[in-house]
């Protein structure tokens, strides 16, 4: 089956708290790619970071951090010193062109 | 940058009204697609198309049905609305098969009374 996997529905932190959202993914298909996409309050998709099956480096981008890890089927994001216009919800989502979107993490980060 | 343009960012219409939201894309995607969104379930599929009028069924086509008449333009369609597509609807595109991340609307957000 394919099935993208985000068991975090919510979370709060306190700004400045690291936080780390948790994405397990099933695929049938030997090359995919695993994507983060951010939904602010206002609605529309922001994409993040994308990965190659074949690439388990991992990846820091700023305040931002992926851990992919093809043995526990996980693609997991860190939030570095959180801040309040982190607040969104988080998707993660694997395919190729068409994908598989979780139901996504919602983040409250409060001043 | 590619931009895709949905025509409204809200909707209300009635129940058993035909309802068209349109996508437009800028960027000569070949892939578009249509989902909607709902709080617990995440972005399910409805359809995609992969080319002029060509069209694929996805996850959740049941009381939907789209076109694609121009590459840069695809239509979602509700033949007879009923209130359960109360919904966020989003469209999306991507240039073709490979590793490119689609690229999304604003969304519009549709009420059925």
């Known amino acids: 089956a394919q099935k993208v996997t985000q068991a975090q529905t919510e979370i709060s932190v306190v700004e400045k708290e690291d936080v780390t959202l948790d994405c397990v993914y099933e695929?049938?298909?030997?090359?995919?790619?695993l994507f983060w996409y951010k939904q602010p309050p206002s609605g529309e998709l922001v994409f993040l970071i994308r990965?190659?099956?074949?690439?388990?480096q991992n990846e820091i981008s700023g305040r931002y951090s992926w851990n992919f890890q093809k043995s526990t089927s996980s693609f997991n994001f860190t939030i570095t010193a959180s801040q309040v216009v982190d607040s969104a919800v988080y998707f993660c989502?694997?395919?190729?062109?068409?994908?598989?979107f979780g139901t996504g993490t919602r983040l409250k980060v409060l001043a | 940058d590619v931009k895709v343009t949905q025509s409204s960012r809200y909707l209300v219409k009635r129940t058993g009204e035909k309802v068209f939201l349109e996508c437009v894309q800028d960027?000569?995607?070949?892939?578009m697609f249509w989902y909607r969104q709902d709080p617990g379930l995440g972005l399910r599929l409805i359809y995609f198309?992969?080319?002029?009028?060509?069209?694929e069924k996805g996850d959740i086509p049941e009381g939907y049905s789209v076109s694609r008449e121009k590459k840069e333009r695809f239509s979602l369609i509700l033949e007879s609305a009923s209130t359960n597509q109360t919904s966020m609807y989003l469209c999306?595109?991507?240039?073709?098969?490979?590793?490119?991340?689609?690229?999304f609307g604003d969304g519009t957000r549709l009420s059925i009374l």
């Open positions: 989502a694997s395919g190729t062109y068409k994908y598989i």
């Open positions: 695929t049938r298909d030997t090359t995919y790619y």
């Open positions: 990965r190659n099956s074949f690439d388990e």
């Open positions: 960027m000569d995607h070949e892939n």
């Open positions: 198309s992969y080319d002029v009028k060509m069209k």
């Open positions: 999306a595109s991507v240039q073709s098969r490979g590793n490119q991340p689609q690229h």
